[in-house]
């Protein structure tokens, strides 16, 4: 068994101010006993769109160099839930990064389901403006400390295929940082999480964005960890902080002993 941080984060513009952030929730997480920690997706820079473009290579050089040292400076494994990495002229991939002890990087996703909805509150997000959908599926790093762990980001959780392919590749603990939207997660978030939580048997590590980052943007918070059974073991609330659980592979045995749902699928993938 072991302990496990979803950090809860209000980022804004300012790179440094949001490292800054992220470095004392990580230091918070780590004086608790969290020995695997999650950063929420755009949590070193959360603004408008002109001036993420502008900023990519400086934010995602930033990104990294903090990913790496944070990690080596608390000893723990650390994942970065989403930033913007240049790709084509114009665009950038929205990367989560999965960091070592040492500072060497695990594993790495690049975003493939883009938000680009029209929300009955008169918000309009269109994410494939900026950003180039990754085209691998995401990854699953067999950690010998932690367990399978399966990558993802925010979107992605409304696809429940792409968390069936994790869970094949043998996931046990399933990553979904976010910057969810105050109006989709007061009615979708908890019970998204706990559905792809139950149909997977699998661990859910959720580190959210919250509160308002500009005038028109606003984040539902709650970042969660949920067990197998679905059960949520620990909620950040809707202020910065974090939440931190035990993750027991026990109890992922039990639960995957007791409900086999796994070895029942009829329609299994080509």
Excluded at 26 to 32: P, S
Excluded at 53 to 64: G, T
Excluded at 129 to 138: D, E, H, K, N
Aim: proline share 6%.
């Amino acid at each position: 068994s072991y302990l496990a941080a979803a950090i809860q984060m209000n980022s804004r513009t300012d790179v440094q101010s949001n490292l800054a952030q992220a470095e004392d929730l990580i230091d918070l997480a780590v004086r608790q006993g969290a020995e695997l920690v999650g950063l929420p997706e755009n949590f070193s820079f959360l603004g408008d769109e002109k001036t993420k473009l502008a900023q990519a290579a400086d934010i995602a050089q930033a990104s990294e160099a903090f990913l790496k040292q944070m990690a080596q400076r608390y000893q723990v494994t650390l994942l970065g839930g989403g930033f913007p990495v240049p790709s084509e002229p114009g665009k950038v991939h929205n990367r989560a990064l999965l960091i070592a002890p040492n500072g060497q990087e695990l594993s790495r996703y690049d975003k493939v389901h883009l938000f680009d909805v029209n929300l009955p509150d008169g918000n309009t997000y269109q994410e494939s403006s900026t950003v180039i959908a990754g085209v691998q599926l995401p990854p699953v790093y067999p950690s010998k400390t932690f367990g399978h762990i399966g990558l993802s980001i925010c979107y992605d959780v409304r696809f429940p295929e792409l968390y069936r392919h994790l869970s094949q590749m043998g996931a046990e603990v399933l990553f979904i940082p976010a910057a969810f939207t105050a109006y989709t997660g007061k009615d979708h978030w908890q019970v998204l999480l706990q559905a792809r939580a139950i149909e997977n048997t699998a661990y859910i590590i959720a580190p959210a964005q919250v509160g308002r980052h500009n005038a028109l943007r606003q984040s539902h918070g709650h970042a969660l960890v949920v067990d197998p059974w679905g059960m949520i073991l620990a909620d950040a609330g809707r202020e910065p902080g974090v939440a931190i659980a035990e993750i027991t592979p026990n109890r992922l045995a039990q639960v995957r002993q007791q409900m086999p749902s796994l070895q029942h699928r009829v329609f299994l993938p080509t």
